[in-house]
């Protein structure tokens, strides 16, 4: 039980454009998502949390203009990357808290080329 | 100071052996105590958790807890290649609790399983 499908495992897109990441919790219902970055050889960053039905908490240096985040239902979160630059290109992961501990997205893999 | 501290590694052992990894932590207050397994490429997977002073111990895995000393430990028996993996401590402060961003995780050790 508690799974997040995190959609999708990889992307490829062209700098400039914008992509969309969705993680759904199956089982469960989700009022708060985590959404971590992680660079190649270095740890979770967490980037921003949301919770279903107000605005998204970003940690400091995450610009919200540029990462938008959207949690319209206590199943789903979403993760825009506006204006995908090649610095942008890492490995983003969402997570929900669970019972014990967080249970996390399988993952996606952003290229921006 | 780092709020969860592991020794980043790589540390490596020879297959059957035994891999300690070791993790501190400076808020006295923590409750609940993971352990995290991340493969090349994948998100993290729950490995165990802790929550008691002493040891817990499921299949290879032990998990080993002093709160007095606030360090947590993970103990792998007869460790596989397959067991090569980033692992990841992570400390909550409280015991069962929801939508509260109140777990840290530390940098991770980077553990090598030589065949």
């Known amino acids: 039980g508690a799974v997040v499908s995190q959609h999708p495992s990889r992307v490829i897109c062209k700098s400039g454009t914008s992509v969309k990441i969705e993680c759904r919790s199956l089982?469960?219902?989700?009022?708060?998502m985590f959404w971590y970055r992680q660079f190649p050889k270095q740890s979770l960053m967490l980037m921003a949390t949301?919770?279903?039905?107000?605005?998204?908490?970003?940690e400091q240096g995450v610009e919200k203009d540029k990462f938008l985040i959207n949690h319209a239902s206590l199943t789903l979160s979403t993760l825009t990357v506006t204006s995908a630059h090649p610095e942008d290109s890492s490995f983003y992961i969402c997570?929900?808290?669970?019972?014990?501990?967080?249970?996390f997205g399988s993952g996606t893999r952003l290229t921006v080329v | 100071q780092k709020e969860v501290e592991q020794n980043s590694g790589p540390l490596s052992v020879p297959e059957g052996a035994i891999a300690s990894l070791n993790c501190t932590y400076s808020?006295?207050?923590?409750?609940?105590f993971f352990w995290y397994r991340q493969y090349s490429g994948k998100s993290p997977e729950l490995i165990m958790f802790?929550?008691?002073?002493g040891d817990k111990e499921d299949g290879r895995f032990t998990a080993q807890l002093n709160k007095a000393s606030q360090y947590v430990s993970l103990l792998i028996r007869d460790s596989q290649p397959s067991d090569s993996a980033t692992y990841l401590c992570?400390?909550?402060?409280?015991?069962?609790?929801?939508?509260?961003?109140?777990?840290?995780f530390g940098a991770g050790t980077r553990l090598t399983v030589k065949p």
């Open positions: 808020d006295r207050g923590s409750q609940s």
């Open positions: 949301s919770n279903e039905g107000s605005k998204a908490t970003y």
């Open positions: 997570s929900a808290p669970i019972a014990r501990g967080y249970t």
């Open positions: 802790i929550y008691s002073n």
């Open positions: 992570a400390v909550k402060n409280r015991i069962i609790s929801y939508n509260n961003n109140d777990m840290r």
């Open positions: 089982d469960f219902q989700a009022t708060t």
